[in-house]
């Protein structure tokens, strides 16, 4: 009994008989089942649409950073020489597609006469593709354009950037972290801008458990673009067997190859 002399229901929900519960009261949202359908179709088609220009690119080497450095900023061109020394070593750049970092990298890898990929997300701002690219994707969906800057690499490079850049960055770190991918080699370029963000990782984040300190050993801090370029060469090498090889396009299935020799490495599929 209660304190109002009522008998009061004492057992669990798992002894409750399944057909005595009470339906759930809850918010209703905004979206009708017609248009989750709709949205699941339409990330299927990008999906599907990235899988197929993407699928000749080669291995890759993944940049991220901000879109907002102009060309006379010094990791702008930071970024453009890590561009270079990354094509030097037979990989393919990849990028989001647009200005700043971005941009820098391909424009590295172009001028350096290597391959030069951009997935680009339609934003309302900032976002518009660059002039150095070989391939582009256009994406809706920043989900699927995270998938397949990530599904084709096998190395990234985080330069200076905003949320956008932190994003990608803590991704690839929890995919690796957790082994959800295999242990890609990650480095942090332009230690001036992230000595902050390691010395809280450091400080705060080990002295509290919530990572532990061979976590930090997940990526390496480098302002030389030669030894960047280097160090993921070596370690995807190492770790992925990569060799070179001819592959083309099959003419039956309407694709084409990004150039002759556009097939060269292993590639990693899905």
Same mark, same amino acid.
């Given at each position: 009994?209660?304190?109002?002399?009522?008998?009061?229901?004492?057992?669990?929900?798992?002894?409750?008989?399944?057909?005595? +519960?009470?339906?759930?009261?809850? *918010?209703?949202?905004? #979206?009708?089942?017609? &248009?989750? /359908?709709?949205?699941? @179709?339409?990330?299927?088609?990008?999906?599907?649409?990235?899988?197929?220009?993407?699928h000749f690119v080669g291995?890759?080497?993944?940049?991220?950073?901000?879109?907002?450095?102009?060309?006379?900023?010094?990791?702008?061109?930071?970024?453009?020489?890590?561009?270079?020394?990354?094509?030097?070593?037979?990989?393919?750049?990849?990028?989001?597609?647009?200005?700043?970092?971005?941009?820098?990298?391909?424009?590295?890898?172009?001028e350096a006469g290597g391959?030069? +990929?951009?997935?680009?997300?339609? *934003?309302?701002?900032? #976002?518009?593709?660059? &002039?150095? /690219?070989?391939?582009? @994707?256009?994406?809706?969906?920043?989900?699927?354009?995270?998938?397949?800057?990530?599904?084709?690499?096998?190395?990234?490079?985080?330069?200076?950037?905003?949320?956008?850049?932190?994003?990608?960055?803590?991704?690839?770190?929890?995919?690796?972290?957790?082994?959800?991918?295999?242990?890609?080699?990650?480095?942090?370029?332009?230690?001036?801008?992230?000595?902050?963000?390691?010395?809280?990782?450091?400080?705060?984040?080990?002295?509290?458990?919530?990572?532990?300190?061979?976590?930090?050993?997940?990526?390496?801090?480098?302002?030389?673009?030669?030894?960047?370029?280097?160090?993921?060469?070596?370690?995807?090498?190492?770790?992925?067997?990569?060799?070179?090889?001819?592959?083309?396009?099959?003419?039956?299935?309407?694709?084409?190859?990004?150039?002759?020799?556009?097939?060269?490495?292993?590639?990693?599929?899905?």
């Amino acid at each position: 009994m209660d304190r109002d002399g009522v008998q009061s229901d004492q057992r669990t929900a798992a002894e409750v008989p399944w057909n005595t +519960v009470r339906p759930q009261k809850f *918010l209703r949202g905004p #979206q009708s089942r017609w &248009r989750e /359908l709709v949205m699941l @179709v339409r990330a299927f088609t990008e999906m599907l649409r990235g899988f197929r220009h993407l699928h000749f690119v080669g291995p890759c080497i993944t940049v991220f950073g901000s879109a907002r450095f102009p060309e006379s900023h010094r990791y702008y061109q930071l970024a453009r020489q890590i561009g270079a020394a990354i094509v030097a070593e037979g990989f393919t750049v990849m990028t989001g597609g647009g200005p700043g970092i971005m941009e820098a990298a391909n424009r590295g890898a172009r001028e350096a006469g290597g391959r030069s +990929v951009g997935c680009n997300i339609r *934003l309302p701002f900032e #976002q518009q593709p660059n &002039r150095w /690219l070989d391939v582009f @994707v256009d994406f809706r969906y920043f989900f699927i354009r995270k998938l397949m800057l990530a599904k084709y690499s096998y190395g990234f490079v985080a330069l200076p950037g905003g949320f956008g850049t932190i994003d990608e960055l803590f991704e690839i770190l929890t995919l690796v972290q957790t082994r959800k991918v295999e242990e890609f080699p990650i480095v942090l370029a332009g230690s001036e801008y992230w000595n902050p963000l390691l010395g809280y990782l450091r400080e705060v984040m080990v002295s509290e458990g919530t990572i532990s300190a061979t976590d930090l050993q997940l990526f390496q801090v480098s302002d030389d673009p030669v030894e960047i370029a280097a160090v993921l060469s070596r370690t995807a090498k190492a770790q992925f067997g990569l060799r070179e090889q001819v592959s083309g396009a099959r003419w039956w299935l309407f694709e084409h190859s990004l150039s002759a020799d556009s097939g060269r490495g292993a590639n990693k599929g899905g």
